[in-house]
């Protein structure tokens, strides 16, 4: 059974920094892209940054150059550095392999991390 723990959340100030750490179990972790994802209240869920199992990465627009993706396979772990935080990053976020994050299923998903950034 696919169990992903998501920590590192918090409250942070614009401009501050946090590190999330998602580990997965229940599928072989270096065999899978993954993925961060956030979800703020009243919006859908939306992809933040994904990484391939050779370690390539992609971000979304409202991150780039601020966050940075980066995967332990030997720990099964997938963490998010954020820096320079601005208020518009407040949300739940997830971690997830894009194939898992692509299906509408609400038990394909942990039980996510709170990030609120003030201003």
């Known amino acids: 059974q696919v169990q992903l723990v998501e920590s590192g959340g918090g409250l942070a100030q614009a401009g501050g920094s946090l590190r999330l750490s998602c580990t997965a179990t229940?599928?072989?972790?270096?065999?899978?892209?993954m993925g961060w994802y956030r979800q703020a209240p009243g919006k859908q869920r939306e992809r933040v940054a994904v990484?391939?199992?050779?370690?390539?990465?992609d971000y979304a627009d409202s991150v780039k150059g601020r966050f940075t993706i980066s995967r332990d396979n030997g720990k099964n772990t997938v963490y998010l550095h954020m820096n320079s935080l601005k208020p518009e990053d407040t949300a739940v976020y997830y971690c997830?392999?894009?194939?898992?994050?692509?299906?509408?299923?609400?038990?394909?998903w942990g039980q996510g991390t709170q990030v609120t950034v003030s201003s």
């Open positions: 997830n392999t894009p194939f898992r994050a692509g299906f509408d299923r609400p038990d394909y």
């Open positions: 990484i391939s199992i050779g370690g390539s990465t």
């Open positions: 229940g599928f072989t972790f270096r065999s899978n892209a």
